[in-house]
């Protein structure tokens, strides 16, 4: 399985972290993971509506305390 | 078969830039939406940072029209670029400190600059003649198209049957009969359209899309720029005048007080930067200091922090005052008496 790249948007606001992640997945390859570490509870909806509208997957959305951990595969876009 | 016509629509969140993408989507054209964040986005943030809001439902609404549409979008930080937009706008300000004429030139010379790289034909607004004081006018849309340099690339649907033919239409990329005369400010042929779409559902931000248009956001703005050496700003600046109370005793520092716990865990994250005090012997909001200050400017700072946690009736409250990274020391202070915070203090 190929690396999974890690996006620290912790404390940054929607749609920041919203685009960080775009700006991620441009320079990513489809298959590839990106593990997105967030503290904005809007990231539960935004990245997968992002995803949805990008042809990404999201493979999991995880709580750990006040962090946000949402794990997303690359789509063929 | 050719290849369909490709265009970018502006798209804010609301329904007007949502039933301009729908217009040319019907007419067989390959749509995809761009929305800017100036950082002065009301879209997300303080609904993120308040306590009371964190319970309710959060969705960006670009991003939930894009899907409503079945469009990519393509979310673009502005924050840097925008500040020649604030800080000198050409056309000037609105009632605020909203340069929306300036705005839109921006945002569509932005989206301009975008076709030209990304092989698009033209650009779609939702504007509509007459709806907004400042940049939705007869006379100032052709501004706008000026200035941004998009020219006759930019259509907008809504309204087009009010305006000379742009070069889609010219050309026939659209057909013109199908797009529309909206005008003024009421909003029925919206609801009408929307209706013959079958959207039940979009968003209607009170006080619109951007915090410059606040007057409380505004007059902190402008607070912050007139004790500063210059009007710059940084993505910090922006956010914190989006929270807690601000209060100015002196000239040279102010006071933000966080006014929940949702606005203390947000300010946490600033501790590192400013001086920050917390009540200790009593329950209370976190307060940071934004300015250089002295002895006696902390112990005045650490009266009013006092003043707005639960000891505030106390003789004696014991605060920790931590400067930015260092360690924390402890300071006993008499709370403010409410009389004697002056009412100009708040910002």
């Known amino acids: 399985m190929s690396e999974t790249r890690e996006l620290d948007a912790r404390r940054l606001l929607c749609p920041l972290p919203v685009i960080r992640t775009q700006d991620a997945v441009e320079q990513m390859q489809p298959g590839q993971r990106l593990r997105l570490i967030a503290t904005d509870p809007g990231v539960k909806n935004d990245i997968p509506a992002w995803c949805r509208i990008n042809g990404h997957s999201v493979e999991s959305i995880e709580e750990q305390g006040d962090e946000i951990l949402i794990t997303i595969t690359v789509g063929e876009t | ?347």
Not at chain 2, 32 to 56: L, M, P, Y
Not at chain 2, 62 to 89: F, S
Not at chain 2, 106 to 131: C, L, N, P, S, Y
Not at chain 2, 279 to 299: A, F, K, M, Y
Request: charged share 30%; net charge neutral; hydrophobic share 35%.
């Open chain 2, 1 to 347: 078969m050719s290849e369909p016509r490709k265009a970018i629509a502006l798209i804010s969140g609301g329904l007007d830039s949502m039933l301009a993408a729908k217009v040319i989507m019907e007419q067989g054209v390959h749509v995809e939406g761009i929305n800017f964040f100036t950082g002065f986005c009301v879209e997300g943030h303080t609904h993120a940072i308040r306590s009371k809001d964190r319970q309710r439902p959060k969705r960006n609404n670009a991003l939930w029209v894009a899907e409503q549409l079945g469009i990519r979008l393509h979310i673009v930080d502005v924050i840097e670029e925008y500040k020649d937009v604030l800080l000198n706008p050409k056309h000037g300000y609105g009632q605020n400190m909203n340069p929306c004429l300036d705005c839109k030139g921006f945002m569509v010379r932005k989206a301009h600059e975008w076709i030209r790289e990304h092989g698009f034909d033209f650009i779609i607004t939702g504007e509509v003649v007459g709806q907004r004081p400042m940049s939705q006018r007869k006379d100032t849309m052709p501004v706008v198209a000026r200035e941004s340099g998009a020219g006759d690339l930019l259509l907008r649907p809504l309204c087009a049957k009010h305006l000379p033919p742009t070069l889609p239409e010219r050309e026939g990329w659209v057909d013109r009969d199908k797009l529309y005369d909206f005008s003024g400010r009421t909003r029925k042929p919206q609801m009408a359209l929307a209706e013959q779409f079958g959207f039940r559902d979009w968003a209607t931000p009170a006080g619109g899309c951007c915090f410059l248009t606040d007057k409380a956001y505004s007059d902190k703005l402008v607070d912050m720029w007139q004790h500063r050496a210059s009007r710059d700003y940084d993505l910090d600046d922006i956010m914190l005048l989006k929270v807690g109370r601000h209060l100015r005793p002196r000239p040279h520092f102010k006071l933000i007080i966080a006014r929940d716990e949702g606005e203390g865990k947000f300010l946490e994250g600033y501790r590192k930067q400013f001086t920050s005090l917390k009540t200790v012997s009593h329950g209370g909001p976190l307060v940071l200091i934004d300015g250089e200050v002295n002895d006696d400017d902390i112990e005045l700072a650490a009266r009013i922090a006092a003043r707005y946690g639960q000891g505030r009736s106390a003789p004696q409250v014991a605060l920790e005052v931590t400067p930015p990274g260092g360690e924390p020391r402890r300071l006993e202070v008499e709370p403010l008496h409410p009389n004697d915070i002056d009412p100009a203090w708040h910002v």
